[in-house]
């Protein structure tokens, strides 16, 4: 439809610069998951965004709620008021994390290119599912379904939000997130978590820090040892520095990047692990367990461990180590795996138990199965026809690592904005440090999902 398309067109030009300062105006709180209150269940931050996201869609003139503090949404009523169908996005992002050139919840743009924790992951995007929802409302198109664009605010670390919500409201016929890349992802592995735990060693290791999220491969990690520098030898990536009475601080310096897409990263924690074990650098209970960490840190495809594994729908399983510490004299390290259809989280904590032997426990395993949703079923035919339109490319639907609220629902995909095109030096990836998308790249987004909108009106729920 012509007509449509250029009226889109004028939409997104009239309303660029305001687009751009909503996302700036979200990128601005620092949404890291927080302590609970009864008034903010997962802190101030993730309240705080929730709350000014709500905002900007009253401005907007579309109808709100918050529900309960743990989630919210904006909406547009449509003819059928038994069904509706939604958008979900979050606006909780993961810890900032090291090696940014700017303020992290200050976005800039460089370049055509919006720089600021959350532009990507996924603060952008919500606030292009707000604007989809306002030109719908100012074109008066006629809606069969209502829509809801549904604010997260959880999704990082644990989606209580989505949980709540679906005990409590009725879950919508069809459901998209713009967590993803695009064109559309209509499978996401399983998600398997826990943590490696040391016994009290009472050694040559004094603490042991890196990481600042279980779903991101760390850039940086150190350990402070009781032990003399001068007998120390110098390795790539790895820096020696005296910490005082008889203790030296060693420091791994890897690349950082998203647990799902490990390819390319260098985990600093592992960095650590292989110094401290090639220098002897721990006594017998803290090597057995440092030799259990580099099974873990082998391979991001869990060779070490003994549970790589791959199949069609979904490719090969991935496994990182996110962060450690000590607790209570005791060394701990998370575990963050993705894994297709060929293993399942009873097998995968049997291998891992195994491989790990006397030297480490197993603790706090937690996992959930893959979903997957047929490529030709209607709404993923949608989502797909509209994104080769607006494009002209022939792309087809994909499955992927990452997890995302659509395995909560019971018929839902993940579909946009991110890009996997190569990214300029300054510009970094979804939890990583300068995260950044391209400013153009959003707003075609904003197109796609205003014509998805309309498209998935056709359809029969």
Same mark, same amino acid.
């Given at each position: 439809? /012509?007509a449509l398309n /250029?009226?889109i $067109?004028?939409f997104?030009?009239?309303?660029? =610069?305001q687009?751009?300062?909503?996302?700036a *105006?979200?990128v601005?709180?620092?949404?890291?998951?927080?302590?609970?209150t009864e008034e903010?269940p997962f802190? =101030?931050?993730?309240r705080a *965004?929730?709350d000014k996201?709500?905002?900007?869609a009253?401005?907007?003139?579309l %109808?709100t709620?918050n529900?309960e503090n743990?989630i919210?949404y904006?909406?547009?009523?449509?003819?059928?008021p038994?069904?509706?169908l939604?958008?979900?996005?979050? &606006?909780?992002?993961v810890p900032?994390g090291?090696?940014w050139?700017?303020?992290?919840?200050?976005? /800039?743009i460089?370049?055509?290119?919006?720089i600021?924790?959350?532009?990507?992951?996924?603060?952008?995007?919500?606030?292009?599912t707000?604007?989809?929802?306002?030109?719908l409302?100012?074109?008066?198109?006629?809606l069969r379904y209502?829509i809801?664009?549904? &604010?997260?605010?959880?999704e990082?670390t644990?989606m209580?939000d989505?949980?709540?919500?679906?005990k409590?409201?009725?879950?919508p016929?069809?459901?998209?997130?713009?967590?993803?890349?695009?064109?559309?992802c209509n499978?996401?592995?399983?998600h398997?978590g826990?943590?490696?735990v040391?016994?009290?060693?009472?050694?040559?290791?004094?603490d042991f820090?890196g990481?600042v999220?279980?779903?991101a491969?760390?850039?940086? %990690?150190?350990a402070?040892?009781?032990? $003399?520098?001068t007998?120390l030898k110098?390795?790539?990536?790895?820096?020696?520095?005296?910490?005082?009475?008889?203790?030296?601080?060693?420091?791994?310096w890897?690349k950082?990047?998203?647990?799902?897409?490990?390819?390319?990263?260098?985990?600093a924690?592992?960095?650590?692990?292989?110094y401290?074990?090639?220098?002897?650098?721990?006594?017998d209970a803290e090597?057995?367990y440092?030799?259990?960490?580099?099974?873990l840190?082998a391979?991001?495809?869990?060779t070490g461990l003994?549970?790589?594994?791959?199949?069609?729908?979904?490719?090969?399983l991935?496994?990182?180590?996110?962060r450690?510490?000590m607790?209570e004299?005791?060394?701990? /390290?998370?575990?963050?795996?993705?894994?297709?259809t060929c293993?399942?989280?009873?097998?995968? %904590?049997?291998? &891992?138990t195994?491989?790990?032997?006397?030297?480490?426990q197993?603790?706090?395993? $937690?996992? *959930?199965?893959?979903f997957?949703?047929?490529?030709?079923?209607?709404a993923?035919?949608?989502?797909?026809?509209t994104?080769?339109?607006?494009t002209g490319?022939?792309a087809?639907p994909?499955?992927?690592g990452?997890?995302?609220y659509a395995?909560?629902?019971a018929?839902?995909?993940?579909?946009?904005p991110?890009?996997?095109?190569?990214?300029p030096?300054? &510009?970094g990836?979804m939890?990583g440090?300068?995260?950044?998308?391209?400013?153009?790249?959003?707003l075609?987004?904003?197109k796609?999902?205003?014509? %998805?909108? *309309?498209?998935?009106?056709?359809l029969?729920?």
């Amino acid at each position: 439809d /012509q007509a449509l398309n /250029q009226k889109i $067109d004028a939409f997104i030009a009239a309303n660029k =610069e305001q687009i751009l300062e909503d996302i700036a *105006a979200l990128v601005a709180i620092n949404s890291v998951e927080g302590t609970p209150t009864e008034e903010a269940p997962f802190g =101030e931050g993730p309240r705080a *965004a929730l709350d000014k996201t709500l905002e900007l869609a009253a401005g907007m003139g579309l %109808a709100t709620r918050n529900c309960e503090n743990y989630i919210g949404y904006a909406e547009l009523a449509g003819a059928d008021p038994e069904k509706y169908l939604a958008t979900i996005c979050h &606006v909780d992002v993961v810890p900032v994390g090291n090696g940014w050139s700017q303020e992290p919840f200050k976005m /800039q743009i460089r370049d055509g290119w919006m720089i600021g924790r959350g532009v990507a992951d996924d603060k952008g995007p919500m606030v292009a599912t707000l604007y989809a929802l306002k030109f719908l409302k100012e074109e008066g198109v006629s809606l069969r379904y209502p829509i809801r664009a549904m &604010v997260g605010d959880n999704e990082e670390t644990h989606m209580n939000d989505v949980e709540y919500y679906l005990k409590n409201y009725p879950a919508p016929v069809f459901c998209f997130t713009p967590d993803a890349e695009f064109p559309v992802c209509n499978g996401e592995k399983g998600h398997f978590g826990g943590k490696i735990v040391s016994p009290v060693c009472n050694g040559v290791i004094c603490d042991f820090e890196g990481g600042v999220a279980n779903n991101a491969v760390p850039d940086r %990690a150190s350990a402070l040892l009781h032990t $003399d520098i001068t007998k120390l030898k110098n390795a790539p990536n790895i820096t020696l520095e005296p910490a005082g009475e008889g203790c030296v601080r060693v420091r791994g310096w890897g690349k950082a990047g998203h647990a799902a897409m490990p390819e390319g990263t260098v985990n600093a924690i592992g960095l650590v692990v292989n110094y401290l074990l090639d220098n002897g650098l721990c006594n017998d209970a803290e090597r057995a367990y440092l030799e259990a960490l580099k099974k873990l840190h082998a391979s991001t495809a869990g060779t070490g461990l003994g549970i790589d594994c791959a199949d069609g729908p979904f490719g090969p399983l991935t496994i990182i180590g996110g962060r450690i510490y000590m607790e209570e004299g005791r060394l701990v /390290q998370t575990i963050d795996s993705r894994f297709p259809t060929c293993t399942d989280g009873d097998k995968l %904590a049997a291998q &891992v138990t195994a491989a790990l032997g006397s030297g480490a426990q197993l603790q706090d395993v $937690d996992a *959930a199965e893959p979903f997957y949703i047929e490529a030709d079923s209607p709404a993923i035919q949608a989502c797909i026809n509209t994104y080769n339109e607006v494009t002209g490319e022939d792309a087809k639907p994909f499955t992927m690592g990452g997890g995302t609220y659509a395995r909560h629902f019971a018929n839902a995909v993940s579909f946009g904005p991110d890009d996997d095109a190569e990214k300029p030096d300054f &510009v970094g990836s979804m939890h990583g440090a300068n995260e950044g998308v391209n400013t153009e790249f959003m707003l075609s987004a904003l197109k796609i999902y205003i014509l %998805a909108m *309309a498209g998935l009106m056709d359809l029969t729920f």
